[in-house]
Structures are given as structure tokens and as C-alpha cells.
């Protein structure tokens, strides 16, 4: 069984407004999530996250638009548990749509008559939880006590099958409060290791030399700074340094993050978070003197350049372009290195990936934008 996840707000906007008067619900929008983090939420909405127009099906984000700006709006968050099959064809649907987001507009009739009960449906147009609604009953992830054009937020609250995991403010719930604590953290530490090493200082010769180099490589496991010109990226490589010093793994990154202004944050952290993660992985097992990772980030003839090497323990077959290990270890061609495919294949990039001389390699390329 797999999880789908239904993020209900009411953000207070002039439509949000609109709808609450005309319904007095207390939530007038939905969104889809198909991963716990939220990472990544689908819904139509504002394309860009912060005017009313252009409108349609498009990807939220916790940290980004609307959520960011008010984030003191009621919210709940549904878990829907469905069959790998009916997961899969949801977020196969809710992808297609995002991809073709131009072929797509937002339903402001349908809006505004489904709040008087009356069914309006116009081709290729959704308000947020008509989307919400044909995404799932269309996948064969749930059944609908009415006509998807008819379904508003507020109805979830009330479907059967559906866990509630939490209700309250949008700035305490849960998966956001983490993407804040992420970022607070590596704050925190850095000033901590900056204050460390200032005292380290003053002590001088008081502590015997060996005493104090041990906690000075101490204090380095957790000096994380970086600045990339990103800061979804510098959180992940902060994040990804400090558990590298603590497995011995050296990682050398040299990344123009100013360039991925096009990337939305949870692709960000998708696309990097999974490849440093198998990178990882992959190189702990090895030789000291093995446990290397590489990632260059760099803008070349237009193109947005993406490259991450690691050491490689055995030889790795491919199979659809995918890597494999010859022990079937599933981590190479799992959701990670297709997901990691996904978010280059839907900017129009390509994706390469060799190994070679014991070393495993990754290439992607995207077009600036």
C-alpha cells in the first residue's frame, strides 16, 4: 500500500475570501502530495505562487507563494492509504497535467457554481478541488459521494477512508516546521562552531596539543557553511556534509547555485538530495581512501550543467538506463534515480549515467531558462 496526501487551507486570499462567504467553510483549498514531506504539492492555483493570474494546474510549495506569506492560515492534513497501482496512475495524472500545464486553465465558474451545488464542467479547466478530485476518482484511489465538479475541500474532512493527521496553523504543521528546523539548524551550528573555535583560541597551550586538535576536528564535523548562491541547495549540502565528515567521506562540490533559479525548491532537493544520498551510500562501505564524491554545478553554452562522481564498489549493469548492482541491490533503480530523471526530463534535459575505472558517474543536462 502506498500514501496520498490532501493539505486543506483556506489562505485568505481575494478568492479564498470569495469562496469562504459564499460557503462558510473552513477551508476553500485543496492540494495533493504524494510524498510525507510535502515536498512537492499538486493543485490548480496560482502559477507563480503569488498573483491570482495565470491560474491552473500547478506545483505548490510549503516554503514558496501564498503558504510562505501567510503562514498563520488553518490548515488540516488527510492520509489516503491506496494500492500501488492506483498510486502510480495518480501521479502519473497530477505529472501529465503539470507538464502540460499550458493546455490547462482554472475553472473560476466552476468555482463559483460549485459553491451554489450546481455542476458546471468546462474541458481542460479545474478549480483546486475538482483537481483534486479527478486526480483520485480517475486513478481508482478513492469514490466520490458526488460529481467531482461538486466536490469542495471542505468535503474531505468528512470522506470515508481518510486520516487526519493533523489540524491547526499552517506554520505548526509538522513537514513544514521541519523545512524550517532544517535551516535554523545549520544557522545554529555555525554560529556554535564559530563561538567553538573563538574559545579554542584563547585556550592555547592550557590544553595539551593532542587534546585540542581532537576537538578542533571535532568542531569541523559540524562547521557547515555554504553558500552557493542557492539556499535550498546550500541547506542539502550543509545537511550532506555533516554526515559525510562523519563517515570519512571526503565531498568536494563546486556549484553555482544562482543557476538553478528555474528549479523549484522541492525539485532542488529532490534531484540533489537523491544523488548525494546514493552516493553516500554507496561509497561507506568502501576503503577510506575510496569514500569520495564529487558534484560540480556550472553553467556551459547555455546549458545548466549537472555532474556527480563517486567511487564504485563493483561493476554495475543498466537496465532501461538505470544502474543496477550485480547483488540487486534495488537502490539504483528505485524511485530516487527515476524521480531524479523525471525532474530533468520534464525541464526538457537529458540524463547520463556511466561507470567506468571503478568510479560511477552522473551527467545531466538542462537548458537555462
Excluded at 84 to 102: I, K, L, S, V
Aim: aromatic share 8%; charged share 25%; proline share 4%.
Amino acid at each position: 500500500m502506498k500514501t496520498i496526501y490532501i493539505l486543506l487551507t483556506r489562505s485568505g486570499t481575494l478568492l479564498s475570501n470569495l469562496v469562504y462567504r459564499l460557503t462558510g467553510a473552513r477551508y476553500t483549498h485543496a492540494s495533493l502530495a504524494f510524498d510525507e514531506d510535502l515536498s512537492c504539492l499538486y493543485s490548480s492555483t496560482r502559477k507563480n505562487g503569488y498573483t491570482m493570474f495565470p491560474a491552473g494546474p500547478s506545483r505548490e510549495y510549503l516554503d514558496r507563494g501564498v503558504f510562505r506569506l501567510r503562514p498563520d492560515v488553518p490548515c488540516a492534513l488527510y492520509a489516503l492509504e491506496v494500492s500501488e497501482e492506483a498510486y502510480a496512475r495518480a501521479r502519473r495524472r497530477a505529472d501529465h497535467m503539470m507538464a502540460h500545464g499550458n493546455l490547462y486553465r482554472f475553472n473560476v465558474l466552476g468555482l463559483i457554481l460549485c459553491g451554489l451545488h450546481i455542476r458546471w464542467q468546462r474541458r481542460r479547466h479545474y478549480f483546486c478541488s475538482q483537481f483534486v478530485s479527478e486526480v483520485l476518482e480517475k486513478s481508482g484511489a478513492v469514490d466520490l459521494p458526488k460529481d467531482s465538479t461538486l466536490m469542495h475541500p471542505s468535503d474531505y474532512t468528512t470522506l470515508p477512508g481518510l486520516e487526519c493527521l493533523y489540524t491547526g496553523p499552517l506554520r505548526e504543521l509538522p513537514q513544514r516546521q521541519q523545512m524550517e528546523l532544517s535551516k535554523e539548524t545549520v544557522e545554529l551550528i555555525n554560529i556554535k562552531c564559530h563561538d567553538i573555535r573563538k574559545q579554542l583560541y584563547t585556550l592555547g597551550s592550557r590544553v595539551p596539543t593532542e587534546e585540542l586538535d581532537e576537538l578542533k576536528k571535532a568542531v569541523d564535523i559540524y562547521d557547515s557553511t555554504v553558500k552557493t548562491g542557492n539556499e535550498t541547495l546550500d541547506v542539502l549540502l550543509a545537511e550532506r556534509s555533516i554526515v559525510c565528515k562523519g563517515r570519512g567521506i571526503q565531498l568536494d562540490y563546486i556549484a553555482d547555485g544562482a543557476k538553478l533559479d528555474f528549479l523549484k525548491p522541492g525539485e532542488v532537493y529532490s534531484l540533489f538530495g537523491n544523488a548525494l544520498d546514493n552516493a553516500i551510500e554507496a561509497v561507506t562501505p568502501l576503503e577510506p581512501d575510496r569514500r569520495y564524491i564529487g558534484l560540480q554545478v556550472r553553467a556551459e553554452r547555455g546549458m545548466l550543467l549537472i555532474r556527480m562522481e563517486n567511487c564504485a564498489a563493483e561493476p554495475l549493469h543498466f537496465v532501461d538506463g538505470l544502474p543496477q548492482t550485480t547483488k540487486g541491490d534495488a537502490r539504483w533503480h528505485g524511485f530516487g534515480v527515476k524521480s531524479i530523471r523525471r525532474i530533468v526530463q520534464q525541464h526538457g534535459g537529458t540524463l547520463t549515467m556511466q561507470a567506468q575505472d571503478g568510479m560511477f558517474r552522473l551527467v545531466a543536462l538542462l537548458p537555462l531558462k
